[in-house]
């Protein structure tokens, strides 16, 4: 089946920080999902980016599919930022299921 | 709008008993899914729907039976818990039509099997 890598597997941010997670696809997809879990368990959908770039407030999405990657910016990260980021890949004919990475930690400082 | 509702929120087992975890969603949405999520792991999935009336395995199926009894539920059924079956289990919908492919998660359900 598809692999799916994230990197960095842990961060640690000082409030007000940019960064950039990173997740590469072993194969070609037509469904890229982004989450948030947060320190409470909640899972949210941030983006659906099967190709292209997205933004939505401070966080901001580029997927290249031809080159199996995609890129999460956080900017002027907050202490609500803090959390586990997944991200999801879906093959065509997968019938929209999701294949995850294991996430990237994220700890946002004061 | 509730969106995705699972029940119960902790449960803990004896080794060999069986439960029901229940799921029900509220957006019309045609898919549905069971993710468990264990330490390290991330999510994998147990067993999805893709519409009414279909149910197929995922990654992880072995232990697990599922029914999805009608659009908005979907079921997932331990027969004969084992501790290896400790973990949060996740229950997830999304619409395949229309571009609107994301996914809804409930708020998880904690199991223990002891």
Known sequence: ????????????????????????????VNNLQ????????QLINLFYIPSGTKQNGRLSATTVATERYSLLYISSSQTTDSGVYFCAVGVTGGGNKLTFGTGTQLKVEL | NAGVTQTPKFQVLKTGQSMTLQCAQDMNHNSMYWYRQDPGMGLRLIYYSASEGTTDKGEVPNGY??????????SLRL?????????????????????HYGYTFGSGTRLTVV
């Open chain 1, 1 to 28: 089946g598809i692999q799916v890598e994230q990197s960095p597997p842990d961060l640690i941010l000082q409030e007000g920080a940019n960064s950039t997670l990173r997740c590469n696809f072993s194969d070609s």
């Open chain 1, 34 to 41: 982004w989450f948030h879990q947060n320190p409470w368990g």
């Open chain 2, 65 to 74: 039976n599922v029914s999805r009894l009608n659009k908005r539920e979907f």
């Open chain 2, 79 to 99: 027969e004969s818990a084992a501790p290896s079956q400790t973990s949060v289990y996740f229950c997830a919908s999304s619409q395949q039509t229309g571009g």
